[in-house]
């Protein structure tokens, strides 16, 4: 079974940039489409985006759309999310995600201050 753990969140000025990895164990990964989700206070959980297993194809909630980038190193097991022009809205707890799967890491926080 794969294990996800997340890391890379802190605390960035709005227009900052932070790079989220998503370091993954177990030998499906590559074979895996892997997204990223987050979830603000008093919030549900929501869709940013997702990578198909071979790093070709991408998909983006329309929020962070030209700003976040999501690529993938399947030789290191690992799934990053760059973010840039970063806003007060995106605060929350990001995650990481195998799709269809009910595994997910422990989340890395994420605040912007305005």
């Known amino acids: 079974q794969v294990q996800l753990v997340e890391s890379g969140g802190g605390l960035v000025q709005a227009g900052g940039a932070l790079r989220l990895s998503c370091a993954a164990s177990?030998?499906?990964?590559?074979?895996?489409?892997m997204g990223w989700f987050r979830q603000a206070p008093g919030k549900e959980r929501e869709f940013v985006a997702t990578i198909s297993w071979n790093g070709r194809l991408s998909n983006y909630a329309d929020s962070v759309k030209g700003r976040f980038t999501i690529s993938r190193d399947n030789a290191k097991n690992t799934v990053f999310l760059q973010m840039n022009s970063l806003k007060p809205e995106d605060t929350a707890v990001y995650y990481c995600?195998?799709?269809?799967?009910?595994?997910w890491g422990q989340g890395t926080q994420v605040t912007v201050s305005s």
């Open positions: 995600n195998v799709i269809g799967s009910a595994t």
């Open positions: 177990g030998r499906t990964f590559s074979r895996s489409v």
